[in-house]
């Protein structure tokens, strides 16, 4: 009982339970699945930035990972700056396909998180700043940024909560439950500011081009 005293506890349970209500309300019903391009034709120049290099995706990853298109590429400026740019997109996570959370996927590969924090950005052809995830990882003398956020039916999503929140609406709704993880690394080489700034003025290059190529 002092558990369900905690907003925290609450809440997750609220959002078990609306699963499991969006589960049997869904589970026999045909799931809408929206076409989409594949990831490989997305552009390989992006403002000032160009594709230096597409890496592949070892099979291990994929077969944990189970999504149904990725891209994995290295963009170069002219200024010497690099990020990497992974998405993931998921045409469906009703047999548990689902994006996996940096926070977890990172420290599983050595590095342990420094930062974790929120943070609100203007982007071209949005209404209104988004909110997305910035996160700082360390291993050994080596740190890098990442930030992220989930994408999906015209909406950005930093919160892990919230996007299991709008799989299930979008679930009953909309018989959709496709979404796709977005996310942008640099290297911090001078200070974590920078490489922050770097990563949004990316983001703000790749965002409309992330938007075009991703189903509303």
């Known amino acids: ?4 005293n905690n907003k925290y506890a609450r809440v997750l ?32 120049q992006i403002g000032g930035w160009r594709v230096v290099k597409d890496l592949p995706v070892e099979k291990e990853i994929q077969d944990v990972l189970r999504a149904d298109d990725t891209l994995s590429r290295i963009y ?12 993931a997109y998921f045409k469906s996570q009703r047999y548990g396909q689902s994006p996996h ?19 609100t950005i203007r982007v071209p052809d949005w209404a209104t700043p988004i ?6 990882v360390q291993h050994g003398d080596e740190r890098s940024v990442s930030l992220y956020w989930y994408q999906s039916h015209g ?33 911090v080489y001078d200070s ?7 990563g949004v003025g990316f983001a703000q290059s790749v965002f409309p081009v992330v938007v075009r190529q991703l189903p509303l």
């Open 13 to 44: 349970v609220l959002v078990l339970l609306l699963q499991t209500a969006a589960f049997y309300a869904v589970a026999f019903r045909p799931e809408t699945v929206p076409p989409v391009p594949p990831l490989i034709m997305f552009p390989e």
């Open 101 to 119: 959370s940096p926070k977890n996927c990172l420290p599983g590969s050595g590095w342990e998180p420094v930062e974790d924090a929120k943070m």
């Open 192 to 198: 974590v500011q920078k490489a922050v700034d770097i």
């Open 155 to 187: 909406r950005v999503i930093a919160a892990e909560l919230a996007a299991k929140f709008w799989l299930v609406a979008d679930s009953i709704r909309y018989r959709r439950s496709d979404t796709a993880l977005v996310r942008i690394t640099v290297p």
């Open 131 to 136: 909110t997305i995830n910035r996160y700082v």
């Open 1 to 4: 009982m002092r558990l369900m």
């Open 76 to 87: 170069g400026s002219s200024s010497d700056s690099a990020v990497f740019l992974w998405i």
